[in-house]
């Protein structure tokens, strides 16, 4: 089944980077777009992003153009977002969730699977 | 770009029916039928429920229907179960300049 298991919890201090990683298993990798979304403690989901894992393409939030690289390693499956320049209120749980791209019918703009999800503490 | 806006709570009895409401604009909601909507039990990651607007996802029991109506959103969860105490969020594709997708506020679902 479409699995994906994200790297365990990091605790940072302020002005460091973050390097969640994704890995991918039960479907073609390069076949769906990678999502971002954050959550930070007791709020809401927001978007960062997405790659797609066979262009290495990219296309970033607003919020977090200049800070936020995706990136992904084909030959594992695995799907990477790092965040520099980190800030107190980047504390949060960071999930990838995949969506699938076809060449006709575009881009489906939902959000399935996610993974586990991956606790960032920005800490000094 | 704000949120889309959501209640912060919604509660029934065992059985009943409740709807979840999810407003947006002309440039998110009203402009597409790219609403999803996500549920979200504590420490654990969102499952998708419903996408484009009404289409419910393998696996996902068919008491989760979904509706749309100009720049407002719904989700209907019907013979409430104890299972479906959880966060639920709304999700739509956006013209925004800034992002390419926008969430609901979330909203709190307790059965009494």
């Known amino acids: 089944q479409v699995q994906l298991v994200q790297s365990g919890a990091e605790v940072k201090k302020p002005g460091a980077s973050v390097k969640v990683s994704c890995k991918a298993s039960?479907?073609?990798?390069?076949?769906?777009?990678m999502h971002w979304v954050r959550q930070a403690p007791g709020q809401g989901l927001e978007w960062m992003g997405w790659i797609n894992p066979n262009s290495g393409g990219t296309n970033y939030a607003q919020k977090f153009q200049g800070r936020v690289t995706m990136t992904r390693d084909t030959s594992i499956s695995t799907a990477y977002m790092e965040l520099s320049r980190l800030r107190s209120d980047d504390t949060a749980v960071y999930y990838c969730a995949t969506a699938y791209y076809d060449i006709l019918t575009g881009l489906q703009n939902w959000f399935d699977p996610w993974g586990q999800g991956t606790l960032v503490t920005v800490s000094s | 770009q704000s949120a889309l806006t959501q209640p912060a709570s919604v509660s029934g009895s065992p059985g009943q029916s409740i709807t979840i409401s999810c407003t947006g604009t002309?440039?998110?909601?009203?402009?597409?039928?790219?609403v999803s909507w996500y549920q979200q039990h504590p420490g654990k990651a969102p499952k998708l429920m419903i996408y484009?607007?009404?289409n419910r996802p393998s696996g996902v029991s068919n008491r989760f229907s979904g509706s749309k109506s100009g720049n407002t959103a719904s989700l209907t969860i019907s013979g409430l179960q104890a299972e479906d105490e959880a966060d639920y969020y709304c999700s739509s594709y956006t013209s925004s300049s800034t992002l390419d997708y926008v969430f609901g506020t979330g909203t709190k679902v307790t059965v009494l």
């Open positions: 484009d607007v009404s």
């Open positions: 039960g479907y073609t990798f390069t076949g769906y777009y």
């Open positions: 002309s440039s998110d909601v009203g402009g597409y039928n790219y």
